[in-house]
């Protein structure tokens, strides 16, 4: 008998199920992280996730040890002090906040709660690719309006625009591209919107932004009742391992995203974390002015070496490379990589001819600069 059961559990057949996830599901394509290994090389400098060169605040990080002595109580499910923080260094009113485990989640909910079977989204074809991700999820179908010289088309997206369209996803600046979106030009689009879709600005690198004429959303979300902006604490602020988001939103919005919402979604060492990350002005202030010079910095190198690039808002360049052999996007990222530099390569966003750089800590960009220098000639 021993013998009988042993040889069974020889030829044992993976079980059979007819169990199938909801039609859609199947049809996403996961969202590609970034890299984070060189094994070639000994140090490492990730110019590809669009982190913060200076990582979190000092500040941040002492709050975040210490909610750490709390690990066995529920955070606050309302998030009301970092809300209150929020609401206070921007100028909004907390009730209209919502805080997430990363602007992701909210723009998930966001999703759920607005769109579904039988509808659509409308994004830019080279927008942040969780766009289309959320949609899915939701059952609804994505749509992608075509950009003007890597650049958002407003025009194109309303002609996407149909029946059935429920949500507008929109960044300013962009990812990857970097290429802000002028206020007045945001409320035309919303001015040509239906009111019975939800116009979503994405703000996530509003921090970095010089430009006047800009807008990260919030006056919009005031002026009109079917407007959201979603913002970032992985960006500037340096807490993306904490995974922390909010979005301001009209009331009602606001309403129908907390009913759905996790009870206890954002954990107390992020809300803890988030508040002296706000309160820690002087810290921000030098990653900004840092940003902006060395922003400035790598377009005046990457423009001295003949290639083209967009002009950004954020903390990253999105540059072009030739179809030369040997010098296509695909070559110099390999290049690249095996000397310890890690940029982000762009088939995903279908610009296969570009690479993504942020800006990252001096030394990592200066041998970057150094590298393509050596490899182009």
Same mark, same amino acid.
């Given at each position: 008998?021993?013998?009988?059961?042993?040889?069974?559990?020889?030829?044992?057949?993976?079980?059979?199920?007819?169990?199938? $996830?909801?039609?859609?599901?199947?049809?996403?394509?996961?969202?590609?992280?970034?890299?984070?290994?060189?094994?070639?090389?000994?140090?490492?400098?990730?110019?590809?996730?669009?982190?913060?060169?200076? =990582?979190?605040?000092?500040?941040?990080?002492? @709050? +975040?040890?210490?909610?750490?002595?709390?690990?066995?109580? *529920?955070?606050?499910?309302?998030?009301?002090?970092?809300?209150?923080?929020?609401?206070?260094?921007?100028?909004?009113?907390?009730?209209?906040?919502?805080?997430?485990?990363?602007?992701?989640?909210?723009?998930?909910?966001?999703?759920?709660?607005?769109?579904?079977?039988?509808?659509?989204?409308?994004?830019?074809?080279? =927008?942040?690719?969780?766009?289309?991700?959320?949609?899915?999820?939701?059952?609804?179908?994505? /749509?992608?309006?075509?950009?003007?010289?890597?650049?958002?088309?407003?025009?194109?997206?309303?002609?996407?625009?149909?029946?059935?369209?429920?949500?507008? +996803?929109?960044?300013?600046?962009?990812?990857?591209?970097?290429?802000?979106?002028?206020?007045?030009?945001?409320?035309?689009?919303?001015?040509?919107?239906?009111?019975?879709?939800?116009?979503?600005?994405?703000?996530?690198?509003?921090?970095?932004?010089?430009?006047?004429?800009?807008?990260?959303?919030?006056?919009?979300?005031?002026?009109?009742?079917?407007?959201?902006?979603?913002?970032? +604490?992985?960006?500037?602020?340096?807490?993306?391992?904490?995974?922390?988001?909010?979005?301001?939103?009209?009331?009602?919005?606001?309403?129908?995203?907390? #009913?759905?919402?996790? $009870?206890?979604?954002?954990?107390?060492?992020?809300?803890?974390? =988030?508040?002296?990350?706000?309160?820690?002005?002087?810290?921000?202030?030098? @990653?900004?002015?840092?940003?902006?010079?060395?922003?400035?910095?790598?377009?005046?190198?990457?423009?001295?070496? =003949?290639?083209?690039?967009? $002009?950004?808002? @954020?903390? +990253?360049?999105?540059? #072009?490379?030739?179809?030369?052999?040997?010098?296509?996007?695909?070559?110099?990222?390999?290049?690249?990589?095996?000397?310890?530099?890690?940029?982000?390569?762009?088939?995903? *966003?279908?610009?296969?001819?570009?690479?993504?750089?942020?800006?990252?800590?001096?030394?990592?960009?200066?041998?970057?600069?150094?590298?393509? /220098?050596?490899?182009?000639?």
């Amino acid at each position: 008998m021993r013998a009988l059961i042993i040889a069974r559990s020889k030829v044992r057949a993976e079980p059979m199920s007819s169990l199938k $996830p909801r039609r859609g599901i199947l049809d996403i394509s996961a969202y590609v992280t970034a890299v984070s290994t060189a094994p070639k090389a000994d140090k490492i400098f990730k110019l590809s996730a669009n982190e913060s060169a200076f =990582g979190a605040s000092p500040k941040a990080v002492a @709050a +975040f040890e210490e909610a750490s002595r709390s690990l066995a109580a *529920y955070p606050d499910g309302t998030v009301q002090a970092l809300r209150e923080k929020i609401g206070d260094v921007h100028g909004l009113n907390p009730a209209q906040i919502i805080c997430g485990a990363g602007s992701d989640e909210l723009l998930q909910l966001i999703a759920h709660a607005y769109s579904g079977l039988g509808t659509n989204t409308v994004q830019t074809v080279h =927008g942040f690719s969780m766009y289309p991700i959320v949609s899915r999820a939701a059952g609804a179908e994505p /749509r992608l309006a075509p950009e003007k010289d890597l650049r958002v088309d407003i025009d194109a997206i309303l002609e996407h625009v149909d029946a059935d369209t429920r949500i507008v +996803f929109l960044a300013s600046p962009g990812n990857p591209t970097g290429a802000y979106i002028p206020e007045k030009t945001l409320r035309r689009l919303r001015e040509d919107l239906r009111e019975d879709i939800l116009l979503v600005l994405d703000a996530a690198y509003a921090e970095f932004v010089n430009a006047p004429d800009y807008s990260d959303g919030a006056a919009l979300v005031d002026d009109y009742g079917n407007v959201v902006m979603t913002r970032t +604490f992985s960006k500037i602020y340096g807490l993306a391992a904490v995974r922390l988001g909010w979005a301001y939103c009209p009331p009602d919005v606001i309403d129908a995203l907390n #009913r759905i919402r996790g $009870p206890y979604n954002v954990n107390n060492a992020a809300q803890a974390a =988030g508040i002296a990350a706000l309160e820690d002005r002087d810290f921000i202030q030098t @990653a900004q002015v840092y940003n902006g010079r060395e922003r400035d910095w790598l377009a005046q190198q990457i423009g001295g070496l =003949g290639l083209e690039f967009v $002009p950004s808002e @954020a903390n +990253f360049l999105l540059i #072009r490379f030739p179809d030369t052999p040997g010098k296509t996007a695909a070559e110099i990222y390999d290049y690249l990589r095996e000397r310890g530099v890690i940029v982000r390569r762009m088939d995903a *966003y279908h610009l296969p001819e570009y690479l993504r750089v942020s800006i990252g800590e001096k030394e990592g960009l200066e041998l970057f600069v150094a590298l393509l /220098r050596e490899k182009l000639g």
